[in-house]
């Protein structure tokens, strides 16, 4: 399966590519400018020197989504829509997996305050856009801190919580995610479930300030 990162020289896009290709998956990874991905595959492979990377390339953010089988978006709420208006045609019976958080950076404020949507969610967001399109959306990865992706040397003590309607393809997204060390997927239900998900990061923002680090995470426990 080849894993299209879109947005992925920006810091979640980064963290999960390098988790990913650490991992042996096949990674794509989209930019809407070629050398800044071409240059982030390899700073990647200096990262990883002397281990065996199965597939890593650069290519734009068009590219990246029609080759790959899986696609993930990293990119944050102000550059939602515009990318996904880029890619779309190119998602056609692919699984999305949308790991935007609203943030109120996104108009000039806070990065420790949401900011409500009218579609209830971020992931609601994208499938709303794409409701024309046979694309499956999956929320994942909002609340794993890049700065754990890129630790490469510690595993990532979070676990991941994926929303979606689909059973088949959370299933595949849950089995991605479990390729990162430390990364336990939890089922939590339908997308709509998103809107509950995506709130949880400003929560951990405000802790890592609060306790000067950058590595909070969230496990379950009871499960």
Known sequence: MK?????????????????FAKAGEKVLLGSRDIKKAENTVNIIHNMLKGEELECIQGMTNQQAAQKGDLVILTVPLQAQKVTLRSIKDHLEGKIL??????????????????????????AERTAEFLKEKETTIVSAFNNISSSSLTNIKEDVKCDCLVSGDDAESKNKVMELAEKIPGVRAIDCGPLENARIVEKITPLLITLNIKNKTRLAGLRITGL
């Open 3 to 19: 894993v299209a990162i879109i947005g992925g020289t920006g810091d979640q896009g980064f963290g999960l590519a390098l988790r």
């Open 97 to 122: 997996v949308d790991a935007t958080v609203p943030l109120e950076t996104c108009i000039g404020g806070s990065s420790t305050r949401y900011v409500d949507l009218w579609e209830g969610s971020a």
